[in-house]
């Protein structure tokens, strides 16, 4: 299980027939491949009976499909770099068949990407220690990483078995995407806010993740998951450790990871009575959805941080689909001065408030107050805001990104597998003894019961489209 210190000579995607390939991971290897960062053979894997110039023909049209623009001379490049390896995975034929190909295109250092279900992992991780591939390679994991902490403890030592920690890649997209990473650069390039990043000045902290849209034929795979396992137990916890975890000693990827577990060790075990999970009306007759489901498609919660810097700070997040509008945002809401001298036109003026908006777009916005004009002393709310696109121009897909990382043996943009632990450990009690779900419409914001969450601290802001 020794390590690598160089880039990965050649990517090996297991998989290559699926979903995920096909919206994802073969546009981003051709941009990779467009902006000079690839440059190395790619081996596709799957059980399919494929040849070199199916895959191809598929590779084209995933990367014509994904709307990506297309230099001809990169892709016809780009498509004579793969090829295809067939197999089913518990075959050991398959894994030696790999081993020859890597031979013959003068590979020693692949980084296998295993865009597969995970129940297939056991057979594919065996087959590739089997064969001696765990040495001087990567691996790059997929989400979910297991289902509760016992399955994710499960996979863990199924990759140990024949991968080092150092050797792993646990890929969430989520902490991949630009302004997720704006919000770690916002924090710790400027030392502005640091001062008051705590539980003196902070009233509290709100984060959103909703989707207009239901489960839209993917109620089989939504059954098995749920609004908690989906969004909450890993982007929503990755969201909040940035927002709250101490600067790092450097920027060295476990300085960086060690930070976020502490924050991460220091939330407390979500009690079930703190949590309220909602369905949305209609997501019973979805296809493959059972009639009587207990699924949550909706959950409104409150996190509390046991630490110096945010004990007394409530984390309230509320993730759900079918809602009213697409948003992901995190607000954060500083204290009242402790005497107001002027009112506001309706009363007294709200809070200053800082909002980081992820989705739909690249934002961050001051909201403070300002005097209004006129001969009265009362305030009015102006934003101070910034678009990052619109400033500063688009960055990398997430996926594009963090396969570069990858292949650089850059572990910064991964989940490690503490952390993961550690966010089983905070969502269990919920995941045994789930609070019964309230239904909602389609289209609003939820369900009514969801307000409790939110009534220590006045009610859930309105969202930022909202103003
Ligand atoms: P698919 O269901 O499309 O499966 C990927 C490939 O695996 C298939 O093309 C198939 O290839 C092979 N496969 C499927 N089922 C089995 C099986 N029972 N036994 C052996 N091989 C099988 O998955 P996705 O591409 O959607 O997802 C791949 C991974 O990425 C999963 O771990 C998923 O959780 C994760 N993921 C997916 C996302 C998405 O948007 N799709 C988003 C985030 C994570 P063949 O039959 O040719 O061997």
């Given at each position: 299980?020794?390590?690598?210190?160089?880039?990965?000579?050649?990517?090996?995607?297991?998989?290559?027939?699926?979903?995920?390939?096909?919206?994802?991971?073969?546009p981003?290897?051709?941009?990779?491949?467009?902006?000079?960062?690839?440059?190395?053979?790619?081996?596709?894997?799957?059980?399919?009976?494929?040849?070199?110039?199916?895959l191809?023909?598929?590779?084209?049209?995933?990367?014509?499909?994904?709307?990506?623009a297309?230099?001809?001379?990169?892709?016809?490049?780009?498509?004579?770099?793969?090829?295809?390896?067939?197999?089913?995975?518990?075959?050991?034929?398959?894994?030696e068949?790999?081993?020859?190909?890597?031979?013959?295109?003068?590979?020693k250092?692949?980084?296998?990407?295993?865009?597969?279900?995970?129940?297939?992992?056991?057979?594919?991780?065996?087959?590739?220690?089997?064969?001696?591939?765990?040495?001087?390679?990567?691996?790059?994991?997929?989400?979910?990483?297991?289902?509760?902490?016992?399955?994710?403890?499960?996979?863990?030592?199924?990759?140990?078995?024949?991968?080092?920690?150092?050797?792993?890649?646990?890929?969430?997209?989520?902490?991949?995407?630009?302004?997720?990473?704006?919000?770690?650069?916002?924090?710790?390039?400027?030392?502005?806010?640091?001062?008051i990043?705590?539980?003196?000045?902070?009233?509290?902290?709100?984060?959103?993740?909703?989707?207009?849209?239901?489960?839209?034929?993917?109620?089989?795979?939504?059954?098995?998951?749920?609004?908690?396992?989906?969004?909450?137990?890993?982007?929503?916890?990755?969201?909040?450790?940035?927002?709250?975890?101490?600067?790092?000693v450097?920027?060295?990827?476990?300085?960086?990871?060690?930070?976020?577990?502490?924050?991460?060790?220091a939330?407390?075990?979500?009690?079930?009575?703190?949590?309220?999970?909602?369905?949305?009306?209609g997501y019973?007759?979805?296809?493959?959805?059972?009639?009587?489901?207990?699924?949550?498609?909706?959950?409104?919660?409150?996190?509390?941080?046991?630490?110096?810097?945010?004990?007394?700070?409530?984390?309230?997040?509320?993730?759900?689909?079918?809602?009213?509008?697409?948003?992901?945002?995190?607000?954060?809401?500083?204290?009242?001065?402790?005497?107001?001298?002027?009112?506001?036109?309706?009363?007294?003026?709200?809070?200053?408030?800082?909002?980081?908006?992820?989705?739909?777009?690249d934002?961050?916005?001051?909201?403070?107050?300002?005097?209004?004009?006129?001969?009265?002393?009362?305030?009015?709310?102006?934003?101070?805001?910034?678009?990052?696109?619109?400033?500063?121009?688009?960055?990398?897909?997430?996926?594009?990104?963090?396969?570069?990382?990858?292949?650089?043996?850059?572990?910064?943009?991964?989940a490690?597998?503490?952390?993961?632990?550690?966010?089983?450990?905070?969502?269990?009690?919920?995941?045994?003894?789930?609070?019964?779900?309230?239904?909602?419409?389609?289209g609003?914001?939820?369900?009514?019961?969801?307000?409790?969450?939110?009534?220590?601290?006045?009610?859930?802001?309105?969202?930022?489209s909202?103003?």
């Amino acid at each position: 299980m020794s390590q690598i210190g160089m880039r990965s000579d050649a990517v090996v995607l297991f998989g290559v027939t699926g979903d995920l390939a096909y919206k994802k991971l073969l546009p981003s290897l051709y941009s990779l491949a467009e902006r000079g960062r690839l440059g190395v053979p790619v081996i596709g894997v799957a059980r399919s009976d494929w040849s070199d110039g199916q895959l191809r023909e598929r590779a084209a049209a995933a990367i014509n499909e994904s709307g990506i623009a297309i230099d001809d001379r990169v892709m016809h490049d780009f498509l004579h770099t793969m090829t295809y390896v067939r197999g089913g995975y518990g075959e050991s034929a398959l894994y030696e068949r790999i081993d020859t190909r890597l031979k013959e295109v003068g590979s020693k250092h692949p980084l296998f990407y295993l865009s597969i279900p995970p129940s297939v992992f056991d057979e594919v991780i065996g087959g590739l220690g089997r064969v001696g591939l765990n040495e001087q390679t990567r691996v790059i994991v997929e989400k979910p990483f297991g289902r509760d902490l016992a399955t994710a403890l499960e996979l863990n030592r199924i990759l140990h078995e024949h991968f080092s920690e150092s050797a792993i890649y646990r890929i969430d997209h989520f902490l991949g995407k630009e302004p997720v990473q704006n919000l770690l650069v916002f924090r710790f390039a400027n030392s502005l806010f640091e001062p008051i990043w705590n539980r003196h000045h902070i009233h509290s902290v709100q984060i959103t993740m909703t989707e207009k849209f239901g489960v839209e034929g993917r109620g089989g795979f939504y059954e098995e998951v749920g609004a908690l396992r989906d969004v909450v137990q890993n982007h929503l916890l990755e969201l909040i450790t940035i927002l709250a975890m101490d600067p790092p000693v450097s920027a060295d990827a476990n300085a960086l990871r060690d930070k976020k577990v502490e924050v991460l060790k220091a939330i407390r075990t979500l009690p079930p009575e703190r949590v309220v999970r909602g369905q949305y009306v209609g997501y019973r007759d979805e296809e493959g959805v059972d009639p009587q489901s207990d699924i949550e498609t909706y959950v409104a919660l409150e996190f509390e941080i046991d630490s110096w810097r945010w004990s007394g700070v409530p984390f309230l997040v509320r993730a759900g689909k079918a809602m009213k509008e697409t948003i992901t945002e995190a607000v954060v809401e500083f204290k009242a001065p402790p005497r107001l001298l002027f009112g506001a036109a309706d009363g007294a003026p709200p809070p200053s408030q800082l909002r980081f908006h992820i989705k739909p777009d690249d934002k961050t916005v001051l909201t403070l107050q300002a005097k209004a004009p006129g001969s009265e002393m009362v305030t009015r709310p102006v934003d101070l805001a910034v678009s990052y696109e619109d400033s500063l121009g688009e960055g990398p897909e997430a996926y594009e990104q963090l396969i570069d990382d990858a292949m650089d043996g850059d572990a910064q943009r991964f989940a490690r597998q503490d952390a993961v632990e550690e966010a089983w450990r905070i969502v269990t009690p919920v995941l045994e003894d789930p609070p019964p779900v309230k239904p909602y419409w389609k289209g609003s914001w939820g369900p009514e019961e969801a307000a409790r969450i939110a009534a220590g601290i006045g009610g859930w802001t309105p969202f930022h489209s909202a103003h």
